[in-house]
C-alpha cells in the first residue's frame, strides 16, 4: 500500500509554499478568494502504481465561480528559494515529469457560492521511471488554459491556487553532492563581522539537507569558534539537481590582541546519518583601523625615543673624545 502524508513543507521544501503559493486562500483586489486543500500531498509509489485522491476547492465568494484545472511541474532553480512552474508541453513524450503521470479532468469546474467541490486526480507511475524526487502542482483559477473556449462571464478578476504533489519514487537513490564555492565575502575586515558564503550544489535525485560547522583558526593556530551551518529548527533541504546558496554570519572580540589573518575551515556532513562529508577552507585578514592605528602611533612614538636616546648617547660620547 502506499503510504501518503499531508504536511506543511518544512523539511522537503519551505521554498515553495513560501515563496511561490503564499497562502492556500488567494485574493484578487479583495474581491475574489479561492482557498484549496490540501497544499501538499507526499507519496512514495513504486515503479507502476496508481494513486488517487482529491483536491476540495472552497468558494467564500458571494457569486458561483467557473474554474480551470491544470497540471504543471515543478522545477526548483537557482540559488536559494526560487522556482517555477513548467507547462506541460503537448507532443513531447520524450520528457518524464510527474505533471505527465498525473490524470485529471480537463472540463471547467462550477463551485457554488459559499461551497466546496471536491476535484479528483490520480498518480500513474510509468514503470521505466527513474527513482527520487518529482515536482508537479494541480492549480485551479478563474483563468481558462491557452485554447479553451471562454464564456462570457461577468467576473474579471484573475485567481489561482495550487496544490503541490511531491512524489519519491521508490528505488536506488543517488547521494552526491560538491561544494561549489566557500569563502568570506571580502579579504580584509575592520571588525571582526565576517559572512561565509557556501553554494551547495545537489547532484543527486533526492532531497539533501547538509548540516555542519565552520571552525574558525586565529593567526596562532588556535580555535576561536565553532559556528553551525543548517542545524537547527530552520535547516533546509536542497533539491535534486539544483544549487543553494547558505549565507553564514560571525562574530568576534573587536580589540586589537585578536587582530591579523584567520583561517575557516568548512566541515559539512549529507546523506543519511550524514555519513557523506565535504570540506572547504578559506582565510581572511582582521585589522581594526582605530586601535591598529593607536598601536602604530605608540609603536612610532617608543621608536623615536629611541632613536633620540640613540643619537644623544652618541653625541655624549662623542663630545667626550673631544675634550679628551
Known sequence: MIKMKIRTIKLILPLIVLA???????????SLVLSVTPPL??????????????????????YDLKLYVRVMDFLPEGDGVNGKFMPVVSGDDSASTLARWVTITADPVSVPKGKSVEVPFSVHVPMDAS????????VIGTQPPEGAPRSGSPITLSSSVASLIVARIKGQLTDTAIVREFRSDREFYGRPDVNFVLRFENR????????????????WGSKV????????????SVSPHSIRQ????????????NMGFYRAVLSLGYGPDDKQT???????????????????GILLICAALVMFGIKRRIATAAAVRRKK
Open 20 to 30: 511561490l503559493f503564499g497562502r492556500q486562500q488567494v485574493s484578487a483586489a479583495d
Open 41 to 62: 500531498f507526499q507519496i512514495s509509489p513504486a515503479k507502476g502504481d496508481t494513486w488517487s485522491s482529491y483536491v476540495k476547492v472552497s468558494n467564500t465568494n458571494a
Open 131 to 138: 527513482p527520487g524526487d518529482y515536482y508537479a502542482a494541480v
Open 204 to 219: 543527486g535525485n533526492a532531497h539533501l539537507r547538509p548540516e555542519g560547522a565552520i571552525a574558525v583558526y586565529n593567526m
Open 225 to 236: 569558534a565553532d559556528v553551525p551551518v543548517n542545524s537547527g529548527p530552520d535547516a533546509v
Open 246 to 257: 547558505f549565507n553564514i554570519n560571525w562574530q568576534g572580540k573587536n580589540d586589537i590582541w
Open 278 to 296: 565535504l570540506s572547504g577552507t578559506t582565510g581572511f585578514l582582521f585589522v581594526p583601523p582605530k586601535q591598529f592605528s593607536l598601536f602604530v
